[in-house]
């Protein structure tokens, strides 16, 4: 779906491009016919493409990792057109500096997080678990057994600590609030932060409530 002329996966591609740290980007998605549109979209974009199971995305992110061979893996999710771009590069430096499996930000607007994870941590979990929910969410597993994993969440900047706003797509109400956001920060050159957008939404966070 589009927002302002771009696809909601171009801005998704986009921001992560310009996040510090990030050398490739891919799109994982499945073997299905219906989700051949983003195939296309993706390459378009230059983004590298791979397709693999649909509930076993775990499996599927495996698979990749084994043709990509990436060292660190940044998961984000393509419904979500206003990842932090900052957030990205914090927790990879937390993740490499301190040796850690996995780290990820917590009270970040839902929908603006990412997640780090080595190459190494998501073959052991994908090894370790058969649990349905473990291979249809990626990282469940390393974030429900602790101790078998190195995991740090560290906390937002505080001037980006609004989890009650909600910047992901899942509905058509989340479509028109973000489009609508979107629309009220003027886009120049490159993506605008994040930081910009939460003046604007907590305003409008409180239109609706009223």
Known sequence: MPIQGKS????AVSRLRAS??????AVLTTSLHEDDCIVDEARRLGALVYRGPGQDVLRRFQEAAEIFKPVVI???????????IGSVARIVLALRSANMDYCMENDLPYGAATEA??????AKTHAMTRDPR?????????KETPEEFRV??????EFLRYPQLRVSVD?????SFVGRLISRVPERNGPVPLKEYIPFALTMLREKSN
């Open 20 to 25: 510090e740290g990030v050398e490739t980007v």
């Open 171 to 175: 509905t058509p109400e989340d479509l």
């Open 8 to 11: 909601i996966l171009e801005r």
């Open 117 to 122: 994870f080595t190459a190494q941590a998501l």
């Open 74 to 84: 940044i998961r984000a999710t393509a419904d979500n057109p206003l990842i932090d």
């Open 134 to 142: 473990h291979r249809e969410h990626v990282t469940l597993h390393i």
């Open 152 to 157: 740090a969440y560290l906390r937002a900047p």
